[in-house]
């Protein structure tokens, strides 16, 4: 029977899958636009058509919030998204692709292999984090994925644990013969060195402040945390626009966030951390924030890649040149309007998403496609107790600032990015793809 199949368990993967299911359900239905909103029953598309999901996850990773404390919870079931409104779920990951046959290979977690045959491929496969080949990397935390966030919490937690070590306040710069009973300053057990200072790495640098804070309060040394951002570029936050360039600086100094700016991490060690300058940090934490790159299975479609690995689309979202395949989410470079293309980003996932498997089920029922019209480009940063930024369009113009930012951020992140669970028409309601503001389903 035809199939859409969906590879990717990410924003952009589920709610490819919700909205290939809600146009096919149209048309079964024969009421195009009126799915969900009626309170119809959710179900498979019909006997003629299925919905395939093909993740080696079991669960889709609210990624966005992985600089946050306690990531583990960061996470809802795919099943309880996609079961309900039919969607079939394949937990494996997919090796190869051949576009001809229109076939995929998929790996389960046995190692078992099997081929799935398509009619229409949405590839949604997202984005990773491109780690460094120094010295030392595998001493380098991250918030790119659930295990490596998880990871770094749980280092922070083991911090107390660490053996003091007296070398420590020689690098501080503390005398060797202080009087006998004074507390043993041990700057690298509260010192974090953040790598990188895009979205994520401001938001992990900022938020890290209060995170190591509260774990070293108990232990009477919350005055000793450290927070240190590096940043490639000639300027902190260069990225981000000019606009944000003074409410980023007010924040960091605000939260006694040093940056070094002009030079980039060479080496990492256990308590150190060395930069390109000569300078040697001493630091028990360090994360890496800096490079991303589209994930690998995008490299298995023929067509044109950028710089960054990312699919080429059109404004319908198709590869051009390979009949039969959609790219979404950070698996993708589209065209937005204006000379500018999507950026590694969630607000841009979903919508692309979306579209991407409306078109696919459109090609397969023979409706006409729709172009990508995204909404207004926004920046939307957590800056941790220092409050938040939130400007909008390419020229970045800052709109709020402060507790009024943050407030922002967090009802983005804890409510509006959450799909629905169990709910099978509420899911498929809000698939549609012209639907740009969600009803706020917080998990």
Known sequence: MPEIVVVGGGFAGVWAAAAAARLLKETRQGVPGGVGETGGAAGTAGPEHTVRLVTPEDDMVIRPRLYEADPHTMRVPLDRILGPAGVRRTAAAVTAIDTDRRTLTAVDRTGGAREIAYDGLVLATGSRLVRPEIPGAGHLHDVDTLAGATALDAHLHALPDFPEDQSEDLLNGLPKDRPEGTPTAAPARWTAVV?????TGLEVATELVHRLRTIAAPHGAADRVRVVLVERAAAVGASLGAPAAPVIARAL??????TRAGVTVTAVEADAVTLSDGSRLPART??????VRAAEPARLVPGRHDEAGRLEVDAFLQVP???GVW???DAATAPTGHGHRTVFSCQYAIPLGKLAGRNAAAALLGVEPEPFAPGPYVICLDLGDAGGLYATGWERAVQLTGDEAKKYKRAVTEQWIYPPLDDGPELLRQADHRL????????
């Not at 790598?195 to 979205?199: F, K, L, T, W």
């Open 286 to 291: 360090a994360v890496w924030t800096a490079g």
């Open 195 to 199: 790598v990188g200072s895009g979205a």
């Open 327 to 329: 790219a979404a989410g």
């Open 321 to 323: 040149g390979v009949p």
């Open 436 to 443: 740009r503001t969600r009803r706020s389903n917080p998990v």
């Open 253 to 258: 100094a605000g939260l006694g966030i040093e």
